[in-house]
């Protein structure tokens, strides 16, 4: 039987950290490759497994492997309530690239336009899954698949696709960037192959990604209220273009 703590010491370096139950089970719910899952409690997490996820509780089954308590916390930044960790494999950047690409797209890309927050990434890569969306990409410095945006997305990186890209690289289709300038944004019918972007939680849209948008498009928001939350503008919006297009969250 391979040695779970030097599995996880070869790997730690590269792999992605699913911190928690939650982000175990998304993982292998959707496909991803997990070499290596210890837990603080093997009987509990298993019973976790059988209330909540049964679909996957055979997996779990076999990938889970018990550690003391300690161990266990010294291998993750902050422990987790479910005292679950486990590494996965990160997706290929040419696998992200294709999907993010392919056309014709069954639903729009997010784009967060060099966000600041970690936990308002992975809060915008969770509901961009459960809507569907075809994939979320971020400009700047944050790292998408850092693990507070794992942590934050719930393992939900592995249900959509999520990379780093250049304003320059975005994927095709259509350009609506949200702005308080833009036209309000319940008059527009958004398209499945829509690129959604949205610009940091401090300034705004980039003067790059301003002058790449099709479109400017306001979210409906009452005078003198300065702004809405990054993720609750990317569900208003995800919510409008799934309740007046062709899309929705089915896949």
């Known amino acids: 039987m391979t040695d779970p703590l030097a599995a996880w010491r070869r790997l730690a370096g590269s792999a992605v950290l699913l911190d928690g139950f939650h982000a175990l089970k998304h993982a292998v719910r959707f496909g991803a490759e997990v070499p290596v899952a210890v837990t603080a409690d093997r009987g509990a997490a298993l019973a976790l497994a059988d209330e909540l996820a049964p679909d996957v509780r055979p997996a779990l089954e076999e990938l889970l492997s018990e550690v003391p308590e300690a161990t266990y916390a010294s291998l993750v930044p902050r422990p987790h309530p479910t005292a679950v960790a486990a590494l996965a494999v990160r997706p290929s950047r040419e696998a992200q690239l294709s999907a993010l690409a392919r056309m014709p797209r069954p639903a729009p890309v997010v784009v967060l336009d060099n966000p600041r927050n970690l936990g308002n990434a992975g809060a915008v890569i969770r509901l961009a899954a459960g809507f569907g969306a075809t994939g979320v990409v971020t400009t700047g410095t944050l790292d998408p698949w850092h693990p507070t945006v794992v942590r934050g997305g719930a393992g939900l990186h592995f249900a959509t696709a999520v990379e780093r890209l250049d304003v320059a ?16 944004l319940r008059g527009v019918k958004l398209p499945d192959d829509a690129v ?10 980039s003067p790059a990604l301003r002058a790449r948008a099709d479109q400017l ?5 009452r005078p003198q209220v300065s702004s809405y939350n990054l993720a609750t503008s990317v569900a208003m919006t995800l919510y409008h273009w799934s309740a007046t297009g062709t899309g929705g969250a089915p896949r």
Do not use: N, Q
């Open 169 to 184: 690289e975005l994927p095709p289709g259509p350009v609506f960037a949200l702005d308080p300038e833009g036209e309000d």
């Open 217 to 221: 498009l306001a979210l409906p928001m």
């Open 196 to 205: 959604l972007a949205f610009g940091s939680e401090r300034s705004g849209l």
